[in-house]
C-alpha cells in the first residue's frame, strides 16, 4: 500500500497537457463543434416544424434533408476531432507518466523498496496511469463535451422561453451540491480499489515467481483462498462505487423531472406555441441523459483523482541522496569503519558500533548466524543504505563525499539472488556500461566464471535469449553468468554474497579457482556460509545480533573457543 497524505487536485493534471495543446486545443474546439451542432439542431426544430409541416412551405420542405445532414456532418467532423485528438493526448500523457515513474524507480533508495512490494509498484506504473491519464483525456472530454452541451441547451431553451428555463435552472445549484457531498465518498472508495488491485498483482505476482514452492508444499489452497479474498475485496468496492453512481444519477434525474414537470404545467398553462414547445422541450429531455451523464462522469473523475494520489506519491518520494561532489578515481579501495551504527528503523537497530579497517586488496569474509547483520555491513559500502550514526570513509574519506555514480563504479557485485534480464546471454554479461566491451572481452569474462562451456551449447551461443531470470538455465549456470558479468567490470573492489552457493561441488571448485585469479588485487567482501569460500581469505569477521564479535585469520579463530568455533562445529559453515 503506497502511504497517504498528497492529494491531487483536477486542475493540477491538467499540467500534463501542456506539452500537447495544440492539439488538446484543436480537440476542444471539435468538442465545441459537437456540442453546439446539437444545440442548434434542437434549436431549428421549432422553424422546421412550423415553417416546413405546418405551413407546408415549399422551400423549407426542401431544405429539411440539406439541413439535417450538414448539420450532422459537422457535428461527425467535430466528434472525430475532439474524440482523435483527446485519445492522442491521453496516450501521450500515460507514456509521459510511465516513463516518469519508471525513472523514479531507478532513483528510489533501497528503504523505498523495503516498504512497498513489487506487485504495488507494478499496478502504479500500469494500472493507476491507465486510470490517471484517462481522467485527463477521456473524462476530460466528456466532460467538457456534456457540459458544453448542458449550455446550449440551456441557450435554446432561454430562447424560447426565459421563465420556464429558469426553473430548470434553479434545480442545477441543488444538483451541484448533492455531486460534491457524493463525490467524496468516490474518492474514498477509489483509494480502496487502488489498493485492492495493488493486492491482487501482488499476489498473482508472488504465485508465479514462487510456483514451484506453491506447489512442492501444498500451497494451492492457501493462495486461490487469498486471490479469492483479494477478488472478492475488489468486487465489494467496485459495486459500492457503481451503486454510489446510481444513487448520484437517480437524486439527479429525480430533480431534473421536478423542474420538467413544473415546466410542462406552466408552459400548457400559459398557451406557449406548439412548436416552440416542443423545441424547448426536447431541449429539456436532452437535458436530463446528458445531466445524468455528467454527474457520471464526476463519479467516475475521483476514482481518477484517488489514482492520481497514488501516482503522485511516487512521483513526490525522495530519490536516493547524492550530494557527493568527490569523483572516486582509484584502482585500490580501502574501507574503514569507526563507531558505524545503522537502524531500519527507530525501534530496531540492525548494527551497533562497528569498527572495522580494511586495507586495499584484502579479502575478508563475514560470518555468522542468520540476521546477525552481514549484508547490512556490506549494503553500506555502495550506499544502499546510508549510516546512522559514526563515519563510514573509502580511502580515507567519508563515503558520502563521493557521487554515487564514481562509488559503484568501482564495485562489482554477485548475489546470492541471481539477476539475469530478458536479454541476450551477450547483453546480460556485458550490462549496463560495460555494452562498450569487445566482443573478445565478453567470451574472457565467460571463460574465467567456467561458462563458456556450456554458453557455446546454446541454439545461438552468445545470442540466444535468455527469457525470465534465465529461467532455463540452471541454477550454476545462471550464477556463472552473473560471476563472469563481475569479471567484465573488473572493479577494484568485489562484494561477493553467496557467491558459490548454487553450484555443484565440481562447478565450485572451478570457479573458486577463478574466483582467486579475479579477487587478486581486489579489496573484497564476501558473506560466506560454505567454509571453501573462507580458508583462503586474509581474516574472518564474525558478526552476531549487529556487533563484531570475534575477528581473525581462519586458522587462528578456528581453533579457539568462540562463535567462530560454535559455527563451524554446530556445521553452520558448511564444507
Known amino acids: 500500500m503506497i502511504e497517504s497524505g498528497t492529494t491531487v487536485t483536477y486542475r493540477s493534471l491538467l499540467r500534463y497537457v501542456k506539452p500537447y495543446r495544440v492539439v488538446f486545443y484543436l480537440a476542444l474546439f471539435g468538442a465545441v463543434i459537437d456540442a453546439a451542432m446539437k444545440g442548434f439542431f434542437i434549436w431549428m426544430l421549432s422553424p ?59 532513483r528510489l533508495p533501497q528503504r523505498f523498496y523495503d516498504r512497498h512490494t513489487s506487485g504495488g509498484l507494478l499496478s502504479r506504473l500500469i494500472y493507476d496511469i491507465e486510470q490517471m491519464a484517462n481522467g485527463v483525456s477521456k473524462n476530460f472530454v466528456l466532460m467538457i463535451r456534456e457540459f458544453l452541451s448542458i449550455v446550449f441547451y440551456l441557450a435554446v431553451m432561454f430562447y424560447y422561453s426565459w421563465q420556464l428555463a429558469l426553473v430548470a435552472f434553479v434545480v442545477f445549484p441543488i444538483i451541484a451540491g448533492v455531486i460534491h457531498q457524493i463525490n467524496k465518498r468516490f474518492r474514498r472508495i477509489g483509494h480502496g480499489i487502488q489498493d485492492s488491485v495493488s493486492d491482487i498483482s501482488n499476489t498473482a505476482e508472488e504465485v508465479i515467481r514462487g510456483h514451484k514452492i506453491v506447489k512442492i508444499f501444498d500451497g494451492d489452497d492457501r493462495e486461490k483462498n487469498k486471490f479469492k479474498q483479494n477478488l472478492k475485496g475488489n468486487r465489494q468496492l467496485q459495486v459500492k462505487i457503481a451503486a454510489t453512481k446510481e444513487v448520484l444519477s437517480t437524486i439527479t434525474l429525480m430533480l431534473v423531472a421536478f423542474a420538467l414537470a413544473i415546466i410542462m404545467y406552466l408552459a400548457a398553462k400559459n398557451g406557449m406555441p ?22 457520471t462522469i464526476f463519479s467516475t473523475i475521483q476514482t481518477t483523482m484517488a489514482a492520481a494520489d497514488s501516482v503522485q506519491q511516487i512521483v513526490t518520494a525522495k530519490p536516493e541522496e547524492d550530494t557527493g561532489t568527490e569523483v572516486l578515481d582509484s584502482q585500490q579501495i580501502d574501507i574503514q569503519f569507526n563507531q558505524v551504527s545503522f537502524a531500519y528503523n527507530e525501534d530496531s ?81 556485458a550490462y549496463g556500461a560495460l555494452r562498450s566491451c569487445s566482443e573478445d572481452e565478453i567470451v574472457d569474462a565467460a571463460r574465467k566464471a567456467h561458462a563458456l562451456e556450456f554458453i557455446e551449447q546454446l541454439p545461438d551461443g552468445f545470442d540466444t535469449l535468455l527469457g525470465e531470470n534465465g529461467t532455463g538455465l540452471s541454477g550454476g549456470q545462471r550464477q556463472r553468468i552473473a560471476i563472469a558479468r563481475a569479471i567484465l567490470k573488473n572493479a577494484p573492489l ?39 569460500t573462507i580458508e583462503d581469505v586474509d581474516y574472518v569477521v564474525v558478526l552476531d545480533q549487529g556487533r563484531i564479535v570475534q575477528q581473525g585469520s581462519h586458522d587462528s579463530l578456528s581453533h579457539e573457543d568462540g562463535p567462530y568455533r560454535q559455527l563451524l562445529d554446530s556445521q553452520q559453515l558448511k564444507h
Open 48 to 106: 422546421i416544424l412550423e415553417e416546413g409541416f405546418t405551413k407546408q412551405d415549399p422551400q423549407w420542405v426542401s431544405l429539411i434533408p440539406f439541413l439535417v445532414i450538414g448539420i450532422f456532418f459537422i457535428r461527425s467532423l467535430g466528434n472525430y476531432m475532439a474524440a482523435y485528438g483527446f485519445t492522442w493526448v491521453g496516450r501521450k500523457i500515460i507514456n509521459d507518466l510511465r516513463w516518469q515513474i519508471f525513472s523514479q524507480y531507478l
Open 274 to 295: 406548439a412548436a416552440d414547445f416542443m423545441a424547448f422541450m426536447t431541449a429539456m429531455l436532452a437535458l436530463l441523459p446528458t445531466v445524468k451523464n455528467l454527474s
Open 349 to 429: 537497530t540492525a548494527l551497533h558500533d562497528i569498527n572495522l579497517a580494511i586495507h586495499a586488496g584484502d579479502k575478508v569474509a563475514f560470518v555468522g548466524t542468520s540476521g546477525g547483520g552481514k549484508s547490512t555491513l556490506v549494503n553500506l559500502v555502495p550506499r544502499f543504505y546510508d549510516i546512522s550514526s559514526g563515519s563510514l570513509l573509502i580511502n580515507q574519506r567519508p563515503v558520502e563525499d563521493y557521487s554515487l555514480r564514481s562509488l559503484r563504479d568501482h564495485l562489482a557485485v554477485v548475489s546470492q539472488e541471481i539477476i539475469l534480464f530478458n536479454d541476450t546471454v551477450k547483453n546480460n554479461i
Open 494 to 532: 568485489l562484494i561477493l554474497d553467496e557467491a558459490t552457493s548454487a553450484l555443484d561441488t565440481e562447478s565450485e571448485q572451478a570457479i573458486q579457482q577463478a574466483l582467486k585469479t579475479v579477487m587478486k588485487n581486489k579489496t573484497t567482501l564476501i558473506i560466506a556460509h560454505r567454509l571453501s
